[in-house]
Structures are given as C-alpha cells and as structure tokens.
C-alpha cells in the first residue's frame, strides 16, 4: 500500500443532481508518470481539484503517502508534498519572476530558496526572466512560471491541468520531453491532464481514461490504445 | 535595494522638515501644512490596505477618529499619562482592527467597501448620539497635559514644532513600512493581493497576512488621528464621517499607489490646490473632482506613478518592485 505516493479512493464529486465525478478509484507510483485523458467534461479537472483540495468530496478519500488528506485544504496538502498547475495560467502577475518562486520554494521550507528557484528556473529555461514582472512575460513563459511555482520546493507529487493549453505543437512537445525529464530527474511522481493526444501517450507510463466522471479503462498506454471502449468513446478511429 | 537607499532619503526628509519648520516664519503656511501632514498620514495608511491588499476601504476615518476619541476619554479618566493614552489608541485600534478583518478582509471587492461603509457608519452614530461619554455631536474638548514626552506641550502646539513633529511622524512610518514590506512579510502579502488562490497553492495561509496588513493600515491612520487631536485639541464625529474617509481616498487616487509614499504626495497636493483654489470658495471641490478624473484616465498610477516613470524610464517603470495598479482600473488578476 505504501508503494503508493497518492491514492484516490472512490472519490466522487456531486453539484445537486450532477456527478461530475462518481466513485473514482485511482493511485500513483513513486516516480511515475500518469495520463488522464477523457473527452471535454468527463471530470478530468474536477478530480484534480478534488486531489488538490480545490474542491470538497462529496465521497472518498484522498491518501498521501498513506495519510489521509481528505479534510486538508490547499495550503496544507501543499505543505506535505502535493502541488499543483493550472489550466488556465495562475501566476502573481505583479511579482517578478524570481521573487515569487522564491518565496513558494521558502513556503515549503527549503534551506536556500534563492538557490531551489534559481535551479527550477533554470531547468524551465526562464532563468534569464528572474527580474521581469510576470504580467509582462510571453504566454509561453507564463505557462513555464506557473509549473515552476508547482515545481519548487522538490513536492513529491505533481498535478499538472492541461500544462501544454494554449502552446504551439512544437512547444508542447519540447515541453512534454522537458517534463519527463525533469520528473526522473526531481524523482516526483506526476499526474497529466492533457488533450494532446501524442503527448500523453509519448511520456506517461501509465494512462486512464475517463468517461462521464467514471474510469472507463486504465493501463499502460499500448493496452489502453486498444481497447475497445476508449476506442469508442474518445480516441475514434484515428487512434 | 541596500537599506542605505532608505534611510538616506529619510534622513534627508527629516532635516529638511527641521530646516523648513525653523526658517518659514508664516504660520498659517505652517499650520496648513501641518494638517496636510496629519491627512498624510492618514491617506499613508489608507494606501498601505491597497497597494498590499488591493482593498479599497470606505471607513478608514473610523480609526482616525477613534483614535482621537480614545485619547479623550482616556485622558478624561485622568488613569494613565497621556503618553500611555496615545500609545493605547494606535495599539487598541491596531489589534481591534485585526480582529475586525479576520471577518471584513474575506469579502471580495465592492461588498468589502461596503462594509467598511457600514462600520463607520456606526461608529459615526455612536460617537455623535453618546452625549455622556462622547459629548455627543458637539464633539469633545481633549484635556491635554502641560507637558509631553518631556516637552511643553504649549512650546509644541506653536506652528513651527508641530509641524516638525507630525512631519518626521510621516517620514519615520514611510520608513518603517518600508523596511517592514521589503521583508518576507511584504512578499507574502503581495503574493496573496495578485492571486490569493494561488498563494494558498504554494502553502501560504492567506487570511491572517490579510487581515495584519488591515491592522497595519489602521494603526497608521490611528497615528494620523492622536496627531489631529493634539494639533486642535478636539474631537468631533465629523472626524468619523464617511465624507472624510472619501476625502482620504482621493488623497490616495491622486498620489497613487505605485510608490509607498504617493498617498502623502496626493494629501499634500490636495491640500496645496485646496489652499490656491480657495478664492473660488463654492466651487473648488468641483475643480478638483475635474483634476480627479483627469489623473485617473492619463495617470492611473497617480501623480507618484507617472514621477516614477519619469525618473526612471519606461524600461526601469516596467520592472519596479511591489506596484499595485488601482483595483478601479484593474481587476483581472482576481480571479
């Protein structure tokens, strides 16, 4: 059991009569890479959130490292190792760039945060940035800023919504390799919410695929692209 | 920036209060600048809530006129000496305000501007309704001692002194918040103006840096308050009026934010032009409300926004540490 970095135990999500996520059952491997991957409102970000502590369960329980986190909030679950990106960019817009990843690597207790964020801006090439207000950053950047401040402080593990939204093929494919990288080399474990099918099949090692707030199918990716149900619900016939 | 950045100015701002109380002979120039320096002050705390955390307050004359009344009574109960008095209201309004903004500092926007409304509101009814403690709308006389940290307090009424003395009061907490807000503390409270959710996501608690900087800006606007009930020797609840707490926020609009000092600049300014447009008597404030509008659409930084990018460039303006944009203008990063 304690091979297990996170687990997700029948974790559901409710709004009234709507199950946005209904009885999810999921875990992470130290150090591995894991894809969700699901058509548009299949409840991929909301069991982010519901990992993260963004949002309250409605059922389930969520373990970290074997301690249940369940009726932690953000703050908290960050503070033992859980971190987080977001879909839609969330920096300090009126920080420079090294200020604010220096604060969130002193927030989670490292010696020397100057040094942690200067190594993390370096790895995400933003190093040259470290004075520059992040209002004033290229979107691109913006996206790179907002997995630096997940990344700082060395988390155990990562959840990343859609990191790659909004960039170019070619960015987010260097970005997906960079990613891979940087999670052997970190040793974090990571959870990808993407839609770039290439990109989640190329770096996870392992992918679930979500349908309706449910698990329709789990695997390593050359089982989960064939089976059949994935096939019909999202992937289609250019799988 | 090297401390020494600091406290050079300062000091410079000291001995040039010094110089300029000692040589100006005019004593209404002195006495007007010294109630410009008292709403300096104020205006300094005012600012601190929205430049670290993007909250517009629409009752800081609560504590400014509190701090007055407190003060007062103390003093009326003749149980301690009026320096401890003057130490107990900006210390009792600090923590009051703290635990006053555990609860108001969770509102977002406008509904916070609207309950700091309705505090001091309430304070304003209270103190003019509460005859026996407060003297009601007549306001109360404060009973001053003849002496003060040591001095004569009739030597220190006279223009010259009390302008020195409210002047470096400005300069030394300009000074202090500067040194307090370059800390981590100054950092975190940034981080949680620009993006409170975020910040929650990297580990930090977001209320209690929230609810300290609305406790750090009502001491400041306390300091402002004893200041102005030592200057006239009298408090009324006008000094608690919404009106003024607008006045105030004006003061803050005009100098702008960008700058920790701009606030004082604004107040200055105000009541410079106050002064020079006094002739048209009716109309000034109409002139003003004009000039208002004209910082807010060419100047949304205010007068100290649109000096810092004169005297450093644009690239230098781009750059600048810990710059809050009016919420008025700029709300985008709320998410």
New interface residues.
């Given amino acids: 059991m304690s091979d297990y970095v996170l687990q997700a135990q029948d974790v559901a999500i409710h709004y009234g009569g709507v199950k946005a996520v209904d009885g999810v059952d999921m875990t992470l491997e130290r150090g591995q890479i894991r894809g969700l991957i699901g058509p548009n409102g299949a409840g991929k970000s909301t069991v982010i959130d519901a990992i ?1 502590g ?1 949002r309250r369960l409605t059922r389930g329980k969520v373990l970290l490292q074997g301690e249940d986190v369940t009726a932690l ?3 908290e679950r ?2 033992r190792g859980l ?2 990106s ?1 879909q ?1 960019t ?7 760039v090294c ?2 990843v220096e ?2 690597a ?3 207790g490292v010696s020397d945060p100057g040094a942690d964020a200067e190594d993390v801006l370096r790895e995400l090439t933003l190093d040259r940035m470290g ?3 992040a ?2 950053l290229g979107y691109g950047e913006q996206r790179r800023l907002d997995l630096a ?2 990344l700082v ?1 060395s988390p155990s593990v990562l959840l990343l919504d859609e990191p790659m939204a909004g960039l170019s093929v070619k960015e987010s494919h260097d970005l997906a390799h960079h990613l891979k990288a940087l999670a052997g080399r970190r040793n974090v474990s990571v959870l990808l919410v993407e839609h770039d099918m290439d990109v989640v099949f190329g770096i996870s090692d392992v992918i679930t695929v979500f349908e309706l707030g449910r698990v329709i199918a789990s695997g390593d990716p050359a089982a989960v692209r064939a089976d059949p149900r994935v096939r019909e619900a999202y992937l289609g016939s250019t799988a | 920036m090297s401390i020494t950045r600091l406290l050079v100015p300062a000091a410079i701002a000291l001995a040039a209060g010094g110089v300029f109380a000692a040589s100006v002979g005019s004593s209404t120039v002195l006495s007007l600048l010294t109630q410009a320096t008292i709403y300096a002050i104020f205006a300094t705390g005012l600012g601190v809530l929205l430049r670290q955390n993007g909250m517009v307050s629409f009752g800081h004359a609560t504590f400014f006129g509190t701090a007055g009344y407190v003060v007062g009574i103390l003093l009326q109960t003749k149980a301690m000496p009026a320096e401890a008095a003057m130490l107990i209201a900006v210390l009792g309004i600090a923590f009051c305000a703290f635990l006053l903004g555990l609860v108001v500092v969770r509102v977002p926007g406008i509904a916070f501007g609207m309950l700091t409304l309705a505090v001091g509101q309430m304070f304003f009814l209270t103190a003019s309704r509460s005859r026996g403690l407060t003297g009601g709308a007549d306001g109360m006389n404060i009973d001053w001692p003849s002496t003060l940290f040591g001095a004569e307090v009739s030597a220190l009424l006279k223009p010259g002194p009390m302008f020195a003395l409210c002047w470096s009061a400005l300069v030394l907490i300009l000074l202090a918040l500067a040194l307090l807000l370059r800390s ?1 503390f100054g ?2 409270t ?2 949680v ?3 409170e ?9 977001t209320l209690v840096p929230r609810a300290l900087i609305f406790a750090l800006s009502a001491a400041v606007t306390a300091v402002g308050g004893v200041l102005a009930s030592l200057n006239t020797g009298f408090v009324s609840p006008e000094t608690l009026h919404w009106s003024v707490s607008g006045v105030a926020l004006m003061m803050v609009v005009v100098g702008g934010t960008r700058a920790l000092w701009g606030p004082a600049l604004g107040a200055i300014v105000y009541f410079l032009v106050k002064d020079v447009l006094g002739d048209y008597a009716n109309h000034w404030m109409a002139i003003f409300g004009i000039g208002l509008i004209v910082v807010i659409v060419f100047a949304p930084h205010g007068i100290s926004g649109a000096l810092l990018r004169l005297a450093s460039g644009r690239a230098a303006a ?2 600048g ?5 009016l919420p008025l203008t700029d709300r985008s ?1 709320h ?1």
């Fill in positions: 993260t963004r909030g953000p703050t960050r503070q971190s987080r977001f839609r969330s920096i300090f817009a009126q920080m420079p200020k604010q604060l969130a002193y927030k989670m004075d520059v207000i209002a004033d401040l997940a402080g | 981590r950092a975190v940034e981080a103006r620009d993006n959710e975020r910040a929650r996501f990297i580990g930090i608690r781009k750059s540490a810990g710059t809050a944009p990063h998410e």
